[in-house]
């Protein structure tokens, strides 16, 4: 059983930055593949950036260039770090983990391929 803590959102301005972190629990961090998703009112939850057991990253075409997700798994966290932020950014982040305990490598996309989910936080952009 994995727990994951998101921190770190909040109301900033257009063209502002965030970095959010997400804490796991577990001895084994470094074995899941990780994700982050936002819900914005009335949408459904979507891919920001992921991130497999190996590091590999990958990111939704609305965040390419701005977003940036990475982990430190001595702390067992990862990060995402949005810069250039937007109207449109604003969203609950929700952080997720997957087991991976062979290292496939594989960056999983859609939120059903997630075992674990943290409770989210909110990022408003607005001015």
């Known amino acids: 059983q994995v727990q994951l803590v998101e921190s770190g959102g909040g109301l900033v301005q257009p063209g502002g930055s965030l970095r959010l972190s997400c804490a796991a629990s577990g001895r084994t961090f470094s074995s899941y593949a990780m994700g982050w998703f936002r819900q914005a009112p009335g949408k459904e939850r979507e891919l920001v950036a992921a991130?497999?057991?190996?590091?590999?990253?990958n990111y939704a075409d609305s965040v390419k260039g701005r977003f940036g997700i990475s982990r430190d798994n001595a702390k067992n966290t990862v990060y995402l770090q949005m810069n250039s932020l937007k109207p449109e950014d604003t969203a609950v982040y929700y952080c997720?983990?997957?087991?991976?305990?062979?290292?496939?490598?594989?960056?999983?996309?859609?939120?059903?391929?997630?075992?674990?989910w943290g409770q989210g936080t909110q990022v408003t952009v607005s001015s």
């Open positions: 997720a983990a997957r087991s991976d305990p062979f290292y496939s490598g594989t960056v999983y996309r859609r939120p059903s391929e997630y075992q674990y």
């Open positions: 991130l497999s057991s190996g590091g590999s990253p």
